[in-house]
């Protein structure tokens, strides 16, 4: 009921069950047990354009996929323009897709200004987006988070940029930047303002005195 084929530019996937990229997770033992249990499309680690760029082979080794089965994506990351564009046209020799890392929360990726921290930069998400589809000879998919924060929820806008550049799929993941991984992923978009927060923290207050009251009955 739920399991269909997928389409991603020219590419169809057997089923629409995509193994996400983590860091540190899915590597290449780990993405060929998945593929035994029938999912679509697996990805590999985030690799650094600047790593590929500068030819370092350790970076190079994150994509190795000797002995797997195809379809498979391949994640970069990055904020340079000419180190996008020189991946892409190195790992579209490699991959099926190539996925944009525009997602990642952590602080060693983001004081970069890679990964989440683009999204406080929609002219460069864009750039960076239209840099790699024209230098890929495969489909391009993005991923990113709803915002970078409370007060920076831009998802809907990001991905009409990131159409606009012509990638062919987008994903998105239903926390901020600040969120990290904590709380429930909300799925809805929402703009939240300053004063729904506000409401927010009086129902929490009137809740907690309403709690206090029954105890001392």
Known sequence: MYLNQL?????TLPNN???????????R??????????????CTEMVSSKGLYYKDEKTKQILNTQGEQRPISMQIFG??????????????????????????PAPKVVKNGDGSKLLLNLDLVEEIVRE???NSKVPVSVKIRKGWDDENIVAVE??????????SSITIHGR???????RKSRLGYHQTSK???????HRKRRYQNKRRCKKHV
């Open 7 to 11: 389409k991603i530019g020219n590419i």
């Open 176 to 182: 901020t930047r600040q969120e990290f991984y904590s």
């Open 132 to 134: 790699v589809v024209q």
């Open 29 to 42: 033992a780990f993405r060929k047990t998945c593929k035994q249990y029938g999912v679509g499309l697996v």
């Open 79 to 104: 904020s340079d323009i000419e180190t996008m564009g020189y991946s892409a046209k190195y790992v579209s020799e490699l991959a099926d897709i190539i996925d944009i890392n525009m997602g990642c």
């Open 195 to 201: 004063t729904k927060r506000i409401h927010s923290r």
């Open 17 to 27: 069950i995509i193994l996400a990229p983590m860091a540190g997770i899915t590597d």
């Open 158 to 167: 990001v991905a009409k940029r990131i159409e606009k550049a012509g990638a």
